[in-house]
């Protein structure tokens, strides 16, 4: 069964704004020194060749079951892939370096530039990037586009970042439908871009600031919560980290299903329970204790940040909220948080939200295994989640979390952000031959 189909049909209607939100800060205090990773891509997925059938099965005989596999916006027949839970590091097997090789490789020969595209509107803004919402010049497809000016990259000390985030997009092409799929990527004297699918339902953030009395049903943010941690149980199998994830970060597609995008600060630190890194980045509300105290975090941080989210969910706002991140830091450290009185019903969330929220990472649901977290009172509460229909995006979904897609308004559900004239110079021959000749 494919799982992926075209965001960019011309069809439904509606109109109106969301909301603005609030402006939340990422930090990041110290740089990690690490190698970067891999990389992905949804034209170049051709360059991919299946298997044959007694390799699949073979490899799904040693390693685990077989997932349903989707295609991208430009490809017609979705690309084979084997769901394996390997004991060894994935992301470092000698198949997955090919396999990305391969990928770069037809990417690279696309010759692709960003005028290529028509530039529409802005539609989000991180640390170092603005996205932008473009046309395809020939298909009339639409994308998003994450520029980042190559001054900034440079000045920032965060090119490692932005390579690790294009490497693992790679890891993803055609492999998680709830990961958002990189299209291409290029770059130009001044600027560089990674390119991937529009998904015009918006930001989750937005998405729940819009419903009512600003926060989700417990139906709803079962129906989130299910496809957020089927994305980090997916990430965490492949030996990545998220460590940023936030509703701003998850974005909604044409059918109310969710995509996990913005990858800046993901890391690959493969399979070894005991691997740690010692890098303090994050959003600071949802970042955990032992990320605010550099003292090495794993995969738990994740699960941390699930937390974070289901109560965010639940509530309209975060545990943890204050204005000044250092009391918001102090806040975490000493786990001070309260449930509002109008969760008295909400048992099951609370309790999921208590097993998440623990101040030791091997306490939290979820470690080492997600089973437990799977089996978990707040995803049994009838009607019990149907784990494999998620997975396949066949699960059903409330009329109230599908959004109203425009054609003529595509970005409707987004912010109104102001296009303004960035004032970047062109990088320094040396530097950029020294950052980018081989991005």
């Given at each position: 069964?494919?799982?992926?189909?075209?965001?960019?049909?011309?069809?439904?209607?509606?109109?109106?704004?969301?909301?603005?939100?609030?402006?939340?800060?990422?930090?990041?205090?110290?740089?990690?020194?690490?190698?970067?990773?891999?990389?992905?891509?949804?034209?170049?997925?051709?360059?991919?060749?299946?298997?044959?059938?007694?390799?699949?099965?073979?490899?799904?005989?040693?390693?685990?079951?077989?997932?349903?596999?989707?295609?991208?916006?430009?490809?017609?027949?979705?690309?084979?892939?084997?769901?394996?839970?390997?004991?060894?590091?994935?992301?470092?097997?000698?198949?997955?370096?090919?396999?990305?090789?391969?990928?770069?490789?037809?990417?690279?020969?696309?010759?692709?530039?960003?005028?290529?595209?028509?530039?529409?509107?802005?539609?989000?803004?991180?640390?170092?990037?603005?996205?932008?919402?473009?046309?395809?010049?020939?298909?009339?497809?639409?994308?998003?586009?994450?520029?980042?000016?190559?001054?900034?990259?440079?000045?920032?000390?965060?090119?490692?970042?932005?390579?690790?985030?294009?490497?693992?997009?790679?890891?993803?092409?055609?492999?998680?439908?709830?990961?958002?799929?990189?299209?291409?990527?290029?770059?130009?004297?001044?600027?560089?871009?990674?390119?991937?699918?529009?998904?015009?339902?918006?930001?989750?953030?937005?998405?729940?600031?819009?419903?009512?009395?600003?926060?989700?049903?417990?139906?709803?943010?079962?129906?989130?919560?299910?496809?957020?941690?089927?994305?980090?149980?997916?990430?965490?199998?492949?030996?990545?980290?998220?460590?940023?994830?936030?509703?701003?970060n998850v974005v909604i597609d044409k059918d109310g299903f969710i995509k996990l995008c913005d990858f800046g600060f993901?890391?690959?630190?493969?399979?070894?329970?005991?691997?740690?890194?010692?890098?303090?980045?994050?959003?600071?509300?949802?970042?955990?204790?032992?990320?605010?105290?550099?003292?090495?975090?794993?995969?738990?941080?994740?699960?941390?940040?699930?937390?974070?989210?289901?109560?965010?969910?639940?509530?309209?706002?975060?545990?943890?909220?204050?204005?000044?991140?250092?009391?918001?830091?102090?806040?975490?450290?000493?786990?001070?948080?309260?449930?509002?009185?109008?969760?008295?019903?909400?048992?099951?969330?609370?309790?999921?939200?208590?097993?998440?929220?623990?101040?030791?990472?091997?306490?939290?649901?979820?470690?080492?295994?997600?089973?437990?977290?799977?089996?978990?009172?707040?995803?049994?509460?009838?009607?019990?989640?149907?784990?494999?229909?998620?997975?396949?995006?066949?699960?059903?979904?409330?009329?109230?979390?599908?959004?109203?897609?425009?054609?003529?308004?595509?970005?409707?559900?987004?912010?109104?952000?102001?296009?303004?004239?960035?004032?970047?110079?062109?990088?320094?021959?040396?530097?950029?031959?020294?950052?980018?000749?081989?991005?």
């Open positions: 069964m494919e799982w992926f189909t075209s965001l960019f049909d011309s069809s439904d209607d509606e109109d109106g704004k969301p909301k603005p939100r609030a402006e939340r800060r990422n930090s990041s205090s110290s740089e990690d020194n690490e190698d970067a990773g891999a990389i992905k891509y949804s034209f170049a997925s051709e360059a991919v060749k299946e298997q044959d059938d007694e390799e699949l099965e073979r490899e799904r005989q040693q390693n685990g079951r077989k997932k349903s596999v989707f295609g991208s916006v430009f490809q017609k027949e979705a690309v084979r892939e084997v769901q394996t839970r390997p004991v060894e590091d994935f992301a470092f097997s000698v198949k997955e370096q090919k396999r990305k090789e391969a990928l770069q490789t037809a990417m690279s020969n696309l010759y692709f530039g960003i005028n290529d595209f028509q530039v529409l509107k802005t539609i989000g803004t991180g640390s170092f990037s603005r996205v932008k919402l473009i046309r395809h010049e020939g298909s009339g497809r639409l994308f998003a586009a994450k520029q980042m000016a190559k001054v900034e990259l440079v000045r920032l000390k965060v090119v490692e970042h932005v390579q690790r985030e294009k490497d693992i997009l790679i890891t993803f092409i055609n492999r998680c439908q709830f990961v958002v799929q990189l299209e291409t990527y290029f770059h130009d004297d001044r600027w560089l871009y990674l390119v991937t699918e529009f998904v015009p339902g918006g930001e989750l953030y937005t998405c729940i600031q819009t419903k009512d009395d600003r926060r989700c049903s417990v139906f709803s943010a079962q129906f989130y919560m299910v496809q957020l941690v089927l994305v980090v149980e997916e990430l965490h199998t492949r030996g990545i980290v998220h460590r940023d994830l936030k509703p701003e993901a890391k690959c630190i493969g399979n070894d329970p005991t691997a740690r890194t010692h890098t303090s980045l994050g959003t600071p509300e949802y970042m955990a204790p032992e990320c605010i105290q550099a003292v090495g975090h794993g995969k738990a941080v994740d699960l941390w940040c699930l937390g974070v989210m289901l109560f965010e969910m639940l509530t309209g706002t975060t545990p943890f909220n204050e204005e000044d991140p250092f009391e918001t830091y102090q806040k975490i450290l000493r786990l001070n948080y309260e449930f509002p009185g109008f969760l008295w019903m909400a048992v099951a969330g609370k309790d999921l939200i208590s097993s998440l929220l623990q101040l030791n990472p091997e306490n939290r649901l979820g470690q080492p295994s997600f089973r437990a977290l799977k089996e978990h009172s707040f995803f049994s509460s009838p009607p019990a989640v149907n784990w494999t229909a998620f997975e396949d995006r066949t699960a059903s979904v409330a009329s109230a979390d599908l959004p109203d897609i425009d054609s003529n308004d595509p970005a409707k559900h987004f912010m109104d952000i102001p296009d303004v004239e960035e004032g970047y110079g062109d990088l320094d021959d040396k530097l950029d031959a020294k950052f980018f000749t081989n991005f």
